[in-house]
């Protein structure tokens, strides 16, 4: 059963004609005339017929603008701005867009996208109740997410509360179970029991994404995967990063996900010793990327730069990968965290220690809980 939008007024716009007696009056007439019209068109921008336009932001970099008239765990229907149906399914949406959501909440989001899970928790906190009275469900529905997803993501990002934001999650997940945002929660879920030692209870989340379609079980065989990495068990991690990429094949919406899946494979090469291996399938990833995919190449240049300085001797190499990271790739908290660690050790033992004092005050300014700034030497500044 979806979730879905009751009682939308429409309301057409009506103008008054403008007097046409003499050509004088339309000569008069003709540039307030123009004025008028272009800030109706202004004041309609964002909006159909006097309605706020709802915006569905796909994986690809466009976008679907109209109404959403339900959402599902597999998918979200709209009414176009032509009027005309349609139905987008879950695995190639990014982002979903209310017309009518405060503008905290379009931000709050936007930073969780961006990988800053404690700006976004922040962010959602300013949300005042009045600017809430009155709107619909669906809108409703999103402060909600919100509120458990950026407490789960600031956790997982930082340290904190594993056990806080995993109840948070738990309660959305069983107020709202027809949420477009259900496998992402579910998986969320399962990442913070991952983080707290439950391997089990991760493990029953991320097998509900087996309910979704091809790439979200592709996805839980990843999120399994690295589960296990975390673990030490770097060839039951490989066994299974294999198996998500396998299941991937070549189904269009599930790429992402493998090559996902194929950077982990990489880490897991990277543990074994494996390094031209993991080298040849990272810059196979890199080579093949969209330049928008910021999150993945964050990923990939951080595990090529951790295996360039397993190989030894390549030092040069590895620090302009996390440099990569740091100035380019570094919204996703972990991995910078991680270049900038790295970073750090390198400037030092290239003789460069401001540079390397730098980075590592970054580190501890950016990301005080991350286990990375815990493994910063004591002793240097």
């Known amino acids: 059963m979806n979730l879905t939008r009751h009682g939308k007024p429409r309301m057409v716009p009506t103008t008054n004609t403008p007097p046409t007696a003499t ?18 068109i202004l004041s309609l921008e ?14 690809g970099g466009t976008s679907v603008a109209g109404s959403v ?24 949406i990014r982002e979903v867009q ?26 959602v906190a300013k949300i005042d109740a ?11 529905a999103e402060v909600d997410f919100l509120k458990a997803a950026t407490a789960g993501q600031a956790t997982l990002d930082a340290g904190g509360d594993l056990a806080g934001a995993a109840t948070l999650v738990a309660a959305y997940l069983a107020k709202h179970p027809t949420s477009h945002h259900f496998f992402q929660m579910t998986e969320l879920l399962g990442d913070l029991h991952a983080r707290s030692g439950q391997p089990e209870r991760a493990l029953a989340a991320y097998e509900r994404l087996r309910g979704g379609p091809p790439a979200l079980q592709v996805r839980a065989a990843a999120a399994k995967a690295a589960m296990l990495f975390t673990q030490g068990k770097a060839d039951e991690a490989l066994s299974e990063y294999e198996a998500a990429i396998a ?13 996902s899946a194929e950077v982990g494979k990489a880490r897991c090469l990277l ?23 910021k999150e993945l ?50 400037w030092d033992n290239g003789g460069n220690p401001e540079r390397a004092r730098e980075a590592r005050q970054n580190l501890k300014s950016a990301y005080p809980d991350s286990p990375w700034a815990a493994k910063l030497d004591p002793s240097k500044s």
């Open 271 to 293: 543990l074994q010793g494996r390094h031209d291996a993991a080298v040849e399938t990272v810059l196979q990833i890199i080579n093949a990327a969209n330049p928008e995919e």
């Open 46 to 59: 964002g909006t159909v017929l006097g309605q706020a336009v709802d915006r569905v932001q796909l994986v």
């Open 23 to 40: 050509m004088g009056w339309r000569r008069r007439l003709r540039v307030p005339l123009l004025a008028w019209l272009a800030a109706g």
């Open 297 to 346: 190449l964050s990923r990939a240049y951080t595990v090529l730069g951790a295996t360039y300085r397993a190989i030894g001797g390549k030092e040069q190499d590895a620090l302009i990968q996390f440099l990569m990271v740091d100035l380019v790739y570094n919204t996703l908290p972990e991995t910078h965290a991680e270049a900038l660690f790295n970073l750090a050790e390198l």
């Open 69 to 92: 008239v339900a959402v599902s765990p597999v998918g979200i229907d709209m009414e176009n701005s032509d009027g005309t149906p349609q139905t987008i399914a879950i695995e190639t």
């Open 247 to 259: 299941l991937a094949g070549n189904e269009k919406a599930s790429q992402p996900q493998k090559r």
């Open 130 to 140: 009045d600017e809430l009275d009155g709107v619909e469900p669906l809108v409703l």
């Open 98 to 123: 209310f017309g009518a959501e405060p503008q905290s909440l379009k931000n709050a989001r936007t930073m969780l996208l961006r990988g800053r899970g404690a700006d976004a928790r922040d962010e």
